[in-house]
């Protein structure tokens, strides 16, 4: 009873940004996603009769605290779908920043859910492990498709009609996305208790919630017609207005540093200069900035030399899951 799978991360291009039930994670709004080939996480799981609890092993270290407790909850939702109460090794390697703004999350739970599933029997669709995937990290439901793909919210409480559906695969539309990578280290506010700070104290996040609906149908109407300046700037005024939420919250925060806006003003200077390049940043420092394949090297170089940038990796459309 073993199996092994791939996930890539993917980055929001309409964020995910609060939650109207924290304990099966339903959002409170849609959300809207690309695929990146760039970063991954590779999960083999394999239930075991002789085990008296879990195994996990992340990157060649022992987990512990809240990363171990956050697979064995998920563990558990799988263990309960099969009816078998077996316990499981789980060895992940982890190719993103952890913390860091990069959606970790996102591919190591969507790697779990799809290896989970399938060592212990269980045959599911893409939408059924979408919304499997749901509860283990709300944007990982997302990385189960390549190329574009939207989060549906849903409206029952029970979750069933919250899952990520596909919009455009992975081979549509050669669009790339440059990570910026300023700071690796774990962030001081976390996703989820940024979330919470912002649902329950900020001010503008009614008004972030009320400007969703027009920003999906706008960048929806973008991908169709490959119109890469409506893509980008849905996308980065998006990003503005959920980072906006933060400094409207009690207490306020922010997840950026001062290399952040170096790198935001770099991406606004280029476009002055006539080269179609937009940004966008998730719960993190990182800046993602999105171009079309003949500007990459110029790009890649302008922003490498910025002081502050310790890398930068290029991606592409990634695919959805794969069984290794």
Same mark, same amino acid.
Request: charged share 20%.
């Given at each position: ?95 993103? !920043?952890?913390?860091? /703004?990069?959606?970790? %999350?996102? @591919?190591?739970?969507? +790697?779990?859910?799809?290896? *989970?599933? =399938? $060592? ?82 900020? !001010?503008?996040?009614? /008004?972030?919630?009320? %400007?969703? @609906?027009?920003?999906? +149908?706008?960048?929806?109407? *973008?991908? =169709? $017609? ?99």
């Amino acid at each position: 009873m073993k199996a092994t799978a791939k996930a890539h991360t993917n980055i929001a291009l309409i964020k995910y940004w609060g939650k109207r039930n924290e304990a099966i994670i339903l959002p409170t709004n849609n959300s809207l996603s690309l695929t990146l080939d760039g970063y991954y996480t590779t999960t083999t799981v394999e239930f075991d009769e002789s085990l008296s609890q879990d195994q996990f092993i992340l990157d060649e270290q022992i987990a512990s605290g809240e990363q171990y407790n956050r697979v064995t909850a998920f563990l558990d939702i799988i263990r309960q779908m099969a009816g078998k109460q077996l316990f499981a090794n789980v060895t992940s390697v982890n190719e993103v !920043p952890t913390a860091a /703004g990069f959606a970790s %999350s996102a @591919s190591g739970f969507a +790697a779990l859910a799809a290896a *989970g599933s =399938k $060592a212990i029997g269980l045959h599911l669709s893409e939408k059924e492990l979408s919304r499997l995937t749901r509860r283990g990290s709300g944007s990982a439901c997302r990385s189960i498709y390549g190329g574009f793909a939207e989060w549906e919210m849903g409206m029952r409480e029970d979750g069933e009609d919250s899952y990520a559906i596909p919009i455009a695969p992975a081979n549509y539309w050669d669009i790339r996305v440059a990570a910026v990578v300023l700071s690796a280290t774990k962030k001081s506010v976390s996703s989820r208790a940024g979330m919470r700070r912002t649902v329950e104290t900020s !001010p503008f996040f009614q /008004g972030w919630l009320d %400007s969703i @609906s027009y920003d999906l +149908a706008e960048i929806k109407q *973008g991908i =169709k $017609a490959r119109d890469f300046q409506q893509v980008g700037e849905i996308a980065e005024a998006n990003c503005m207005k959920m980072h906006a939420t933060t400094l409207g919250a009690k207490p306020p925060f922010t997840y950026w540093h001062d290399t952040t806006l170096v790198v935001m003003q770099k991406v606004w200077e280029m476009r002055s200069q006539g080269i179609p390049v937009y940004f966008t940043i998730d719960a993190g420092p990182n800046v993602k900035v999105l171009y079309l394949p003949e500007h990459e090297a110029y790009i890649e170089q302008t922003l490498g030399e910025l002081q502050g940038v310790t890398d930068i990796r290029l991606s592409k459309p990634g695919q959805g899951i794969t069984y290794i």
